[in-house]
Every structure is written in C-alpha cells, then in structure tokens.
C-alpha cells in the first residue's frame, strides 16, 4: 500500500487501542485538559456506545490511524486528527464524506479554546449559530452549523 495515501474506512475494533491514544494526544493538545475518562472506558465507548448513533470512520496513513470522525445525517459529534498529520486534508476529507452523507445540514460543537478546531470549521462552511452547551469538561463551546449550498 503506497504509504503517502490516506484512506479513509469504517472504523475497525482491531485499531481501537492505536484510534483512542490519537484521539486522546488530539485532544489534549487542543484543549490542554487531560481526558476525564480511563483508557479502557475510552476504547469501551469507541466500540460499543458511539456507532449506536453515528458512523464512524476513520483516515489511516498505510496502517496508522491519523484520524476520526464520527457523525450522522445532521451532526458531527467527533473529528480528531493526528498531531503530526494536522494541515494535510485529512480533516477535510473526512468533513467531506460526512457532509455528502448529510441531510443538507450538519452541526457540531467545537471548544471556545480551540482556536485551530474554529478556524479550520469556518474555512470547511460551518457558520457560528450558539454558544455555550454543557459538556463534561465544562469548557465553553460555540456551535457550528454548515448548510448544503449557501
């Protein structure tokens, strides 16, 4: 497999311990605040809990997973790219595939804190319509919305 291409896949329990520790490293970056869940719980909510809702999928790079997103028709509810694989589309590639999966509009939550996270979401067509949902590292949020064709 030519090692410089990105594919993108359902996601596969066989890559879950390698999905949560990038998922986690990505995370920590972007918000400086440490998971507020073990490791196993992490990889028991990546198998078990997420798909029930979303689909997930994720980018490998040959065989290393350099992202995740998790979304449905009309949400996004994770997008964690590789600290060392941020700035090469993967993001983008992965907001492609949920937005052609979409109903026309998709909404997120992104972190006040992550400055890149915003950025990135506004330069892809997400557009800022609330701030401030509750979530389990109580750090304020802004909420995104992108809508097909505007």
Same mark, same amino acid.
Not at 62 to 91: F, M, P, R, T, W
């Given at each position: ?14 890559? %879950? $311990?390698?999905?949560?520790?990038? +998922?986690? $490293?990505?995370?920590?970056? %972007? ?6 869940? @073990? ?21 490998? +790079? ?7 997103? %998790?979304?449905?028709? @009309? ?22 595939? /949920? ?12 972190? $006040?804190?992550?400055?890149? /996270? ?18 389990? $590292?109580?750090? %304020?949020?802004?909420?995104?919305? +992108?809508?097909?064709?505007?």
């Amino acid at each position: 497999m030519n090692q410089n291409k990105i594919i993108i896949i359902p996601y596969d329990s066989k890559y %879950a $311990e390698q999905t949560v520790e990038m +998922w986690r $490293e990505s995370k920590y970056k %972007a918000i400086g605040q440490k998971e507020v869940h @073990s490791f196993e719980s992490h990889i028991y909510f990546l198998n078990h809990i997420l798909h029930k809702e979303y689909q997930v999928d994720i980018a490998l +790079w040959g065989e290393k997973v350099v992202g995740i997103i %998790a979304y449905n028709e @009309s949400e996004i509810s994770q997008l964690y790219i590789h600290n060392d694989y941020q700035g090469k589309s993967i993001g983008k590639s992965l907001l492609r595939k /949920a937005k052609e999966q979409s109903s026309g509009r998709l909404i997120l939550y992104t972190f $006040e804190i992550n400055k890149k /996270a915003q950025r990135f979401y506004e330069k892809n067509g997400f557009k800022i319509i609330g701030r401030g949902h509750e979530n389990e $590292e109580n750090l %304020a949020d802004i909420q995104y919305e +992108w809508v097909a064709n505007e």
